[in-house]
């Protein structure tokens, strides 16, 4: 057996940082979709506005899961 480079609660403590600062972008996300509110004409469907709002959506949606895996990796629920 070899040595260990980190141990099992700094692991746990870089997968948690990394995962943490990955997953804030969701905060960028929601400050991007808020300021598409509102852009665009009324009555007409702009494909690019749409395609960016389903984005920022994803990345909220990931940003959520990657936050929702660390509180069960943490055994919070």
Same mark, same amino acid.
Request: hydrophobic share 50%.
């Given at each position: 057996?070899?040595?260990?480079?980190?141990?099992?609660?700094?692991?746990?403590?870089?997968?948690?940082?990394?995962?943490?600062?990955?997953?804030?972008?969701?905060?960028?996300?929601?400050?991007?979709?808020?300021?598409?509110?509102?852009? /665009?004409?009324?009555?007409?469907?702009?494909?690019?506005?749409?395609?960016?709002?389903? /984005?920022?959506?994803? /990345?909220? !949606? !990931?940003?959520?899961?990657?936050?929702?895996?660390?509180?069960?990796?943490?055994?919070?629920?």
């Amino acid at each position: 057996m070899s040595p260990t480079i980190l141990s099992d609660s700094a692991f746990r403590w870089t997968v948690t940082v990394l995962t943490l600062a990955a997953s804030l972008w969701a905060l960028y996300d929601i400050v991007l979709i808020a300021k598409l509110r509102g852009q /665009g004409e009324p009555g007409k469907r702009d494909p690019l506005l749409s395609d960016k709002r389903f /984005g920022y959506t994803i /990345g909220i !949606l !990931l940003g959520l899961f990657a936050i929702s895996g660390l509180l069960r990796y943490h055994d919070v629920f």
